[in-house]
């Protein structure tokens, strides 16, 4: 190889180089690999999600308690059936700190008293990890029991799960 395509080769690598630093730097990190999005960025790190069970017929006091995928109380629910957003419904249940009694019937009004009739829906947050090298847990932590007229926490849990005071 001679000097010159060896000179030629390099610049052309440096071009590309300064287009991939450029690209990353005007668009805030969202330049694969170096993504802010949570598939890219925050590959096998623990998650939270929230997800929906129709617990009507089950037994009061079994769905209180954790739950796995395999054992779960109830059947989970279409939140489409109820028009709720999927991702509107787990970023409202991942994120909300203070569950105040305003809270909770937000909640309830997002489901709709006439869409949930006679049901009893369990909201639930998600937990899952990786646990060795190619092992994940998944973990349901019952935390709201919706109905037609009220919100119920779970007995269970400690205040704290409810509550964020901040120092």
Known sequence: ???????????IIGIILIIYAVLVATHEGEFWPFSIYPMFSQAGNPWTRAM????????DEAYWHSQTL???AGSPVALRNFG???????????Q???WTPERRDALRAMFGSHRIGDQHLLAAKVHGEIVGEDS??????????ITADSVYKNPLLDE??????PD
Request: proline content about 2%; glycine content about 0%; aromatic content about 12%.
């Open 160 to 165: 704290t799960h409810y509550y964020n005071e």
């Open 84 to 94: 709720v957003d999927q991702i509107d419904y787990s970023n409202f249940m991942t």
């Open 96 to 98: 909300t700190e203070n």
């Open 136 to 145: 994940v847990v998944v973990r349901i932590e019952p935390f709201l029991l």
């Open 52 to 59: 929906v069970l129709d617990v009507t017929e089950a037994d």
């Open 70 to 72: 395999d054992n779960k």
């Open 1 to 11: 190889m001679k000097f010159s395509e060896m000179h030629r080769s390099m610049k």
